[in-house]
C-alpha cells in the first residue's frame, strides 16, 4: 500500500515522539512491502514563530491532500502564561480538526499487565482495565461562541450541540461497542445541562437500533470517580468535548503513564492520529519523552487503512519493550539510560525481527546491546 503521510510534529517533544513513530512506520514498510511518504508541516508555536499562524494555510493544504496525519503535540508556556495573547498554538489543533471535520476522537485505555504497579492506583483496581474513549471533538463548548465583555469584567464560552452532530459519533461508538464487550456509557450532565439532555435522548433513540450493546449512563462527576473507582467497569464511553478531555487525561493514571496513550481523530473523509499528552515542554530534547503514545497512534493510523497484522506487530513490539523495561523514565526506574530515541529502535529492530530467537534479549545491558 502507497501512504501519503502529513506530519505535523508540532511544539516540544512532538518532533522527538514522531521521529520514533516515522521510525517504526519505516519498518514496517520494509518489512510488508509498503511505501509511506512523509510531507511535514508546520503548526502550533513553531508555525507562529515562522509565519505568524498556528495553522498556516499550507499545512491545511498538505494535510487535505495526504492519506492521514500524524500530528505531535502543541504547545508553548509562553502562551500558557499569557492569558491575553491574540494567537496560540492550540488554535492551530482545533482549526484543524474543525477544518478536516474530525468528529470522533477514539481514546483507548488499556492496563498493561507488565505496568500494573506504576500507576499510583491499586493493582487490583485497574487489572483488565481495556477502555475506548470516543469524544466528539467538533463541537460543544470548544466551538461555541465565546465572548469577552467590554471591560473584560465578564466572559462566556457557549456549549452547543446540534442532533446530527451526537448522531454520527454516536454510530462510531455503538458499532466500537458491537466490536468490543457490547457496553457503552454516555458520559453526560443531564441533571444540569439542556445540550446533555439532548444527548441523552439522541443516544437513547439510536440505541434502540443495536439491541446486542447495553447502553448505561453516567453523570460526569460520578464518571470521575467511578473512572479510578472501578475503571474495569467501562467498556465504550461515549461523550462531548470536554468532558471527553478530562476523563481521558485522568483514565491515562490507569496505564501508568500519559506517555502511553495514544488517539485517532477521525471524520467522514479525513483521519489524524496524535498522542493525547502535550508538548511537555519540560522534557524538550532531554531524549525522557516517552514515544509510545505517539508510535501506537501510528498504528491507529495503520488499524484504519485496515493493515491489521502491520498495527498488530507495532503493539507486540511496545509490549515486548514494556516486558523488558526498555522505557523513558516515567514507567522505568530500573534503567537510566533509555533515551526516547533507543525506545524507538528497539521497536522498529523488533519489527524485523519479532522471533525471541533472532534477539538475544538475555543480553540486553542498555546502552551496550547491539541492537539498541
Ligand atoms: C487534547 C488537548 C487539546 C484539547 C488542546 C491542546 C487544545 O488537550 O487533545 O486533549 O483540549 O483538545
Ligand atoms: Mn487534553
Same mark, same amino acid.
Given at each position: 500500500?502507497?501512504?501519503?503521510?502529513a506530519v505535523l510534529?508540532g511544539?516540544?517533544?512532538?518532533?522527538?515522539?514522531?521521529?520514533?513513530?516515522?521510525?517504526?512506520?519505516? &519498518? !514496517?514498510?520494509?518489512? *510488508?512491502?509498503?511505501?509511506?511518504?512523509?510531507k511535514e508541516a508546520l503548526v502550533g508555536?513553531v508555525a507562529?514563530?515562522k509565519t505568524?499562524n498556528p495553522l498556516p494555510d499550507e499545512t491545511l493544504d498538505i494535510c487535505g491532500n495526504s492519506?492521514?496525519v =500524524?500530528f505531535?503535540?502543541?504547545?508553548?508556556?509562553?502562551?500558557?502564561?499569557? #492569558?491575553? &495573547?491574540?494567537?496560540?498554538?492550540?488554535?492551530g489543533l482545533?482549526k484543524l480538526?474543525?477544518s478536516?471535520?474530525?468528529?470522533?476522537? !477514539?481514546?483507548?485505555?488499556? &492496563?498493561?499487565?507488565?505496568?500494573?504497579?506504576?500507576?499510583?492506583?491499586?493493582?487490583?483496581?485497574?487489572?483488565?482495565?481495556?477502555?475506548?474513549?470516543?469524544?466528539? /471533538?467538533?463541537?460543544?463548548?470548544?466551538?461555541?461562541?465565546?465572548?469577552?465583555?467590554?471591560?473584560?469584567?465578564? @466572559?462566556?464560552?457557549?456549549?452547543?450541540?446540534?442532533?446530527?452532530? %451526537?448522531?454520527?459519533?454516536?454510530?462510531?461508538?455503538?458499532?466500537?461497542?458491537?466490536?468490543?464487550?457490547?457496553?457503552?456509557?454516555?458520559?453526560?450532565?443531564?441533571?444540569?445541562?439542556?445540550?446533555?439532555? /439532548?444527548?441523552?435522548?439522541?443516544?437513547?433513540?439510536?440505541?434502540?437500533?443495536?439491541?446486542?450493546?447495553?447502553?448505561?449512563?453516567? *453523570?460526569?462527576?460520578? &464518571?470521575?470517580?467511578?473512572?479510578?473507582?472501578?475503571?474495569?467497569?467501562?467498556?465504550?464511553?461515549?461523550?462531548?468535548?470536554?468532558?471527553?478531555?478530562?476523563?481521558?487525561?485522568?483514565?491515562?493514571?490507569?496505564?501508568?503513564?500519559?506517555?502511553? =496513550?495514544?488517539?485517532?481523530?477521525?471524520?467522514?473523509?479525513?483521519?489524524?492520529?496524535? #498522542?493525547?499528552?502535550?508538548?511537555?515542554?519540560?522534557?524538550?530534547?532531554?531524549?525522557?519523552?516517552? #514515544?509510545?503514545?505517539?508510535?501506537?497512534? @501510528?498504528?491507529? /493510523?495503520?488499524?484504519?487503512?485496515?493493515? *491489521?497484522?502491520?498495527? @498488530?506487530?507495532?503493539?507486540?513490539?511496545?509490549?515486548?519493550?514494556?516486558?523488558?523495561?526498555?522505557?523513558?523514565?516515567?514507567? $522505568?526506574?530500573?534503567?537510566?539510560?533509555?533515551?526516547?530515541?533507543?525506545?524507538?529502535? *528497539?521497536?522498529?529492530?523488533?519489527?524485523?525481527?519479532?522471533?525471541?530467537? $533472532? !534477539?538475544?534479549?538475555?543480553? %540486553?545491558?542498555?546502552?551496550?546491546?547491539? %541492537? !539498541?
Open positions: 500500500m502507497k501512504l501519503e503521510i510534529s511544539d516540544g517533544i512532538g518532533p522527538e515522539v514522531t521521529e520514533q513513530s516515522k521510525k517504526v512506520l519505516d &519498518a !514496517i514498510a520494509h518489512k *510488508f512491502d509498503h511505501t509511506f511518504l512523509y508555536a507562529i514563530d505568524g492519506d492521514a =500524524l505531535g503535540s502543541i504547545g508553548h508556556p509562553k502562551y500558557d502564561n499569557d #492569558p491575553s &495573547a491574540k494567537v496560540r498554538p492550540e488554535q482545533l480538526r474543525k478536516l471535520g474530525l468528529y470522533a476522537n !477514539i481514546r483507548p485505555v488499556k &492496563a498493561y499487565e507488565t505496568l500494573l504497579d506504576k500507576s499510583p492506583l491499586k493493582k487490583e483496581i485497574i487489572k483488565g482495565t481495556d477502555i475506548s474513549i470516543y469524544r466528539e /471533538l467538533t463541537g460543544g463548548i470548544y466551538f461555541g461562541e465565546k465572548k469577552l465583555s467590554k471591560d473584560g469584567a465578564t @466572559a462566556s464560552d457557549l456549549c452547543e450541540y446540534s442532533k446530527h452532530e %451526537i448522531e454520527r459519533i454516536a454510530h462510531l461508538a455503538f458499532k466500537a461497542a458491537q466490536t468490543r464487550r457490547k457496553k457503552l456509557t454516555l458520559v453526560d450532565k443531564a441533571n444540569v445541562l439542556e445540550s446533555s439532555r /439532548l444527548w441523552r435522548k439522541v443516544v437513547t433513540e439510536i440505541g434502540k437500533t443495536y439491541t446486542d450493546v447495553e447502553l448505561d449512563f453516567l *453523570f460526569v462527576d460520578n &464518571a470521575a470517580m467511578q473512572m479510578i473507582l472501578n475503571p474495569s467497569q467501562f467498556d465504550v464511553i461515549l461523550t462531548e468535548n470536554m468532558f471527553g478531555d478530562i476523563i481521558s487525561d485522568e483514565a491515562s493514571v490507569i496505564g501508568g503513564s500519559i506517555g502511553l =496513550l495514544a488517539s485517532a481523530s477521525i471524520g467522514d473523509k479525513f483521519a489524524l492520529f496524535e #498522542p493525547i499528552h502535550g508538548s511537555y515542554p519540560q522534557a524538550t530534547g532531554k531524549g525522557i519523552a516517552n #514515544p509510545i503514545a505517539s508510535i501506537l497512534s @501510528a498504528a491507529m /493510523l495503520l488499524e484504519h487503512f485496515e493493515l *491489521f497484522d502491520e498495527a @498488530a506487530l507495532i503493539r507486540s513490539g511496545v509490549e515486548k519493550s514494556l516486558k523488558l523495561k526498555i522505557s523513558t523514565p516515567d514507567i $522505568n526506574t530500573e534503567y537510566e539510560n533509555v533515551t526516547t530515541s533507543k525506545v524507538g529502535d *528497539f521497536i522498529a529492530d523488533y519489527i524485523e525481527y519479532p522471533e525471541d530467537t $533472532n !534477539i538475544n534479549f538475555q543480553n %540486553i545491558h542498555i546502552g551496550q546491546s547491539t %541492537i !539498541i
